[in-house]
């Protein structure tokens, strides 16, 4: 039986470029590849995610993390980025590329993936696609089976293992064919078309930005750092978060690593932090204020409290005040 291995965000075209494909008698696996600036979370629950893409879609997925080749992508990625800090056009050839690596594992004969051309103004013109499939190695084995009658067929249709006729001429922006072809499948609760992928959101994309500028070496800790919590730029150079609930202090404490300090106020109800890149006394002060002033106010209560600086080496206390909104207005991130 031929097989043939899909590029799969979980978005609608990806679904249906599997079930296009599917539909001819090819058997289709999906490969959903993440980092922490897409689909990270997944990893915890892989079983049931693929059960879930299973049951609801008919389709076998399986995770695969490429954040170290990413981070280094990101760094400096030939074609640029997009509006924000996206490196779109790079990102594809990297996913291709490793997707291309999988085809053997996978037994598949070719790739494919949902893109329509025309539908995304710089990834999914004409040229790019062309530059994206030259860049990844794929000429020819990579076939787009919602916009394939637009483009120059590939070796999977001229040596007959797809029937080109039976594939789709999307083309641009609109979303009308794709839903009525949703509903052919009797495809239902897919997701939206939004973001997914924290790179192309504004203000997050200008942390990351922010974090590459001053780290020669990307961790993946850092990275899920950056995307939640509170973020402050010391005067001296180091970097604090501060968790806004509950659920941000949990996230916190798993995310401190060697190195770093976890930051609360043992006697007062507060937020959690992790310091991070912390050597100047006036960084723990400054951290130790910002923990007091986003703590809770206790009415008849000195606003002094004790801060504790907790890293797997050593242990510190502070006495801090609040720190004044005007001393720390620059220092968000
Ligand atoms: S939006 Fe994000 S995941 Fe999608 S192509 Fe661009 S960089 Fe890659």
């Given at each position: ?32 590849f993440?980092t ?30 490429v954040?170290e080749p990413y981070f280094a992508m990101l760094?400096?990625p030939p ?8 490196p779109c056009i790079d990102c594809k050839i990297l996913l291709l590329t490793e997707a291309r ?31 994206i499939?030259?860049d990844s ?197």
């Amino acid at each position: 039986m031929t097989k043939a291995l899909a590029l799969f965000s979980g978005g609608l075209d990806s679904l249906l470029a599997c079930r296009v494909v599917a539909a001819q008698g090819i058997a289709v696996q999906a490969v959903k590849f993440v980092t922490p600036f897409f689909g990270y979370e997944l990893l915890a629950r892989e079983e049931d995610y693929a059960r879930t893409v299973r049951e609801r879609y008919g389709i076998e997925v399986v995770l695969r993390d490429v954040s170290e080749p990413y981070f280094a992508m990101l760094r400096n990625p030939p074609h640029g980025y997009g509006k924000n800090f996206n490196p779109c056009i790079d990102c594809k050839i990297l996913l291709l590329t490793e997707a291309r690596r999988l085809m053997e594992e996978f037994s598949a004969s070719f790739l494919i993936t949902g893109e329509v051309i025309g539908q995304r103004p710089m990834s999914q013109r004409r040229d790019t696609l062309r530059v994206i499939e030259r860049d990844s190695g794929c000429t020819g084995i990579l076939l787009r089976p919602l916009c394939a009658k637009n483009l120059e067929p590939t070796l999977a249709e001229r040596e007959g293992l797809v029937d080109r006729e039976l594939l789709l001429d999307f083309n641009g922006r609109g979303r009308q064919p794709q839903i009525q072809l949703a509903e052919q499948f009797g495809i239902r609760d897919y997701p939206r078309p939004a973001g997914g992928c924290v790179l192309t959101e504004e203000h997050q994309a200008k942390r990351i930005a922010w974090y590459y500028s001053r780290y020669p070496q990307v961790r993946t800790n850092d990275i899920r750092l950056l995307l939640f919590g509170r973020h402050f730029r010391l005067p001296h150079g180091a970097w604090l978060v501060l968790g806004r609930d509950e659920a941000e202090n949990g996230r916190l404490g798993a995310l401190c690593a060697p190195g770093d300090f976890l930051v609360h106020m043992p006697e007062r109800s507060g937020p959690m932090g992790v310091l991070h890149g912390a050597e100047h006394p006036e960084d723990f002060a400054a951290a130790a204020g910002l923990v007091v002033r986003f703590g809770k106010k206790m009415a008849g209560v000195s606003a002094l409290a004790t801060v504790l600086f907790a890293s797997r080496e050593e242990e510190r206390r502070l006495e801090a005040e609040p720190l004044g909104d005007e001393l720390f207005q620059g220092w968000s991130l």
